[in-house]
C-alpha cells in the first residue's frame, strides 16, 4: 500500500502553496476560479483527505461532546444519552459515552481523558458529592453542564428534574390509595437525587397528617435490579410490613418486584410499589409498575444545546442557566388500596 497523500502534495501537484490548498478547504470564496478548480483535481486525483484530528488539535477543540453518567446499565441514562446525540448530531458532532459507576475515581479518570482529548464540552451527572473532581477540570476551561443534578452554583449551566416533587407525587399516591406505611427503597445517602426524593415522600405523608416514622427507609448502595431484590428480601422480615414501596429507580423496584413475587406477595394486593424514571421495562413488568416518569430524552437534548451554546460563545455573553423539568406520575397495576 502506497503512502497516503498529504497536504503538501496536493500543493505541490497543483502549483500552489500549502496556504493555497488550505484556502480550497476551509474558505474556497477566496481562490480564484482557476487556482480552485486546479487544487480540486489534484485532491481527486490524489485521493486526498484531510486529517480531521490535526485541525482540531490546531484549532485547540475536537468534533467530540463527552457524556459521563453514573451507569449506563440503568435505561434512564441511555435515553438521555439519546437525547444529548440527537442535540449533538444536529450541531454536526459526535458524542463518547462513558460510565462512572458511581465513583469518584474513575470520574476523575474520566475527566482527565476528556481534557487530554480537547472535548469540545462535558455533560456530567457527577458521582463526587462534594464537587471536587468538576473543581479540578474547570481549571481546564472546557464546558461542562450537570445533568439530572441542580448547580450549586453559578459555575455551570444544569438541567435536572424537580425530586422533591417526584416523591411528593409517588408516595401522595399511594397515601391516596389508602397505604398509612411506606417502605423507601433509597439508594447511595450521597446522591441528591435520592434524599430530595426521600424530602417529597416525607411532605407527602405530612400533607396527610402522618408522621415521619410512616416512611421506613430501606437504604442500598447501589442502584440496579440486585439491590432490589435484596432489599424485597428485607422488606419480607419487616413486623409489621409496610403495605406499599416508594423505590428511588425502576431498577431497584423491579427487583423488589422480582423478590415479593418469589415469595408469594401478591403486587399489589398484599404490597403496592411504585418505581422512578418510567424506563422502558416499567411498562413490560409482569406486574407494569407505576411509576414517576423524568423527561430522560429531553434532559439529554436541553443540555447538550446549553453546552453547545457556551462552546460557541466567543464574545462573552453566555450566562449559565439552571433549567428544573417537571416529573409525571404514571399510575399501572402495581399500586392500589391496601386489603
Known sequence: MGRVAG???????????????????????????????????????????????????????????????????????VDIARGAERAARDAGLGVMVCNSGQ????????????????????????????????????????????????????????????????????????????????AYVSGPGDLHQIRDRREGALAALAEAGLGPEALVEIPSDRLDVAAGRDAGARLLGLVPRPTAVFCANDLLALGVLQSLYAAGVRVPQDVAIVGYDDIEFAAAAAV??????????????????????????????HRHRSVVLQPELVVRASSAAPR
Open 103 to 182: 465513583s469518584p475515581e474513575e470520574e476523575a479518570e474520566y475527566l482527565g481523558l476528556f481534557a487530554e482529548q480537547r472535548v469540545c464540552g462535558v455533560l456530567v451527572t457527577p458521582a463526587d458529592a462534594d464537587g471536587g473532581n468538576l473543581e479540578a477540570f474547570a481549571r481546564h476551561r472546557i464546558p461542562y453542564v450537570l445533568v439530572d443534578r441542580v448547580a450549586a452554583s453559578t459555575d455551570s449551566c444544569a438541567v435536572s428534574v424537580d425530586d422533591v416533587r417526584g416523591g411528593t407525587l409517588a408516595v401522595g399516591h399511594l397515601v391516596q390509595a389508602g397505604h398509612r406505611s411506606v
Open 7 to 77: 497536504i503538501k502534495d496536493v500543493a505541490r501537484q497543483a502549483g500552489v502553496s500549502v496556504g493555497t490548498v488550505s484556502n480550497v478547504i476551509n474558505r474556497p470564496e477566496a481562490v480564484l476560479p482557476d487556482t480552485r478548480a486546479r487544487v480540486l483535481a489534484a485532491i481527486e486525483d490524489l485521493g486526498y483527505v484531510r486529517s480531521e484530528s490535526a485541525r482540531q488539535l490546531r484549532a485547540g477543540r475536537s468534533r467530540i461532546m463527552a457524556l459521563l453518567v453514573l451507569d449506563m446499565g440503568n435505561p434512564f441514562f
Open 288 to 317: 407494569p409498575l407505576t411509576s414517576v416518569r423524568q423527561p430522560a430524552v429531553v434532559m439529554g437534548r436541553m443540555a447538550a444545546e446549553l453546552l453547545l451554546e457556551e462552546a460557541d460563545d466567543e464574545n462573552g455573553s
